[in-house]
T-cell receptor, first 112, second 114 residues
């Protein structure tokens, strides 16, 4: 069965520091991979997606993610974190008909 | 603003009761999805509709049902409510149901069952 693992429940990063959020997936076919962000009281907003082609994908708000098939990973990165990036981040794999299987999320805290 | 509207924002009700959650998809989107977000289960896919027809089912309980109307809005009906049904219920929409279509999420309905 398809699954997504986000091993870090919480991460604290200093403002201005770089960020990497980990995501590993399990899926038999070519995966469709997504990163979503959820701010408190808000719905999920799509940051970026990977379907095929270039394994380094650029998203909104300065985020990027790299698909590594050999490691079954799709880690999210940002070179310099801003306080407004504090939120919960979800990795998801599309399993057909857009049934997204989500990871458990990583809550990002940004310290001054 | 995703363009997906969910009402109500908050709902408090008692066990055994029935509630209806409403979702208006983004203009032009034909596909509607319902997700449940709870602390213990995370984000779980419940059900998907496309242009009025059910396309896919996930971990939706038999006490729950949904439909998509001709104007494309959707309703999720939850009956015989239990304490464990307390959760945030999200609706999302997309243009179609292909894997390439990004989902746009509403802000959710927070259901509290007391």
């Amino acid at each position: 069965a398809q699954s997504v693992t986000q091993p870090d429940i919480h991460i604290t990063v200093s403002e201005g520091a770089s960020l990497e959020l980990r995501c590993n997936y399990s899926y038999g076919a070519t995966p469709y991979l997504f990163w979503y962000v959820q701010s408190p009281g808000q719905g999920l907003q799509l940051l970026l997606k990977y379907f095929s082609g270039d394994t380094l994908v650029q998203g909104i708000k300065g985020f990027e993610a790299e698909f590594k098939r050999s490691q079954s990973s799709f880690n999210l990165r940002k070179p310099s974190v801003h306080w407004s990036d504090a939120a919960e981040y979800f990795c998801a794999v599309g399993t057909g008909f857009q049934k997204l299987v989500f990871g458990t999320g990583t809550r990002l805290l940004v310290s001054p | 603003d995703s363009g997906v509207t969910q009402t109500p924002k908050h709902l408090i009700t008692a066990t055994g009761q029935r509630v209806t959650l409403r979702c208006s998809p983004r203009s032009g989107d034909l596909s509607v999805y319902w997700y449940q977000q709870s602390l213990d289960q995370g984000l779980q896919f419940l059900i998907q509709y496309y242009n009025g027809e059910e396309r896919a089912k996930g971990n939706i309980l038999e006490r729950f049902s949904a439909q998509q109307f001709p104007d494309l809005h959707s309703e999720l009906n939850l009956s015989s409510l239990e304490l464990g049904d307390s959760a945030l219920y999200f609706c999302a929409s997309s243009v179609d149901y292909s894997n390439g279509s990004p989902l746009h999420f509403g802000n959710g309905t927070r259901l509290t069952v007391t």
